[in-house]
């Protein structure tokens, strides 16, 4: 079956960086686009990054722009998120996606990352 599993949250200081792993597994990850999503609490959860399947467009909100870099290996089933300059708004449960239109979207379990001084 589908599964994700994220990692590389933690707590960091606003302005600092992070790093977030994606590891894919039970289908062909190289033919599907990949996402990450953030939920903070008390809110909606909210796409943060897009990769296409080579890579060659990747798509952020405004609130993320300039600050986080989508990439993936599709060598090694895993996609990515380098976070940098990040700010306490950042604080959220990052989840790694994949959506299908023949067995509909999956969700890792989520890794937490908090920016706090």
């Known amino acids: 079956q589908v599964q994700l599993v994220e990692s590389g949250g933690g707590l960091v200081q606003p302005g600092g960086s992070l790093r977030l792993s994606c590891a894919a597994s039970g289908f062909t990850f190289r033919r599907y686009a990949m996402n990450w999503y953030r939920q903070a609490p008390g809110k909606e959860r909210e796409l943060v990054a897009t990769?296409?399947?080579?890579?060659?467009?990747?798509n952020y909100p405004d609130s993320v722009k300039g600050r986080f870099t989508i990439s993936r290996d599709n060598a090694e089933n895993t996609v990515y998120l380098q976070m940098n300059s990040l700010k306490p708004e950042d604080t959220a449960v990052y989840y790694c996606?994949?959506?299908?239109?023949?067995?509909?979207?999956?969700w890792g379990q989520g890794t937490q990352v908090t920016v706090s001084s």
């Open positions: 990769i296409t399947t080579d890579s060659h467009s990747t």
């Open positions: 996606n994949v959506h299908s239109q023949t067995w509909g979207s999956q």
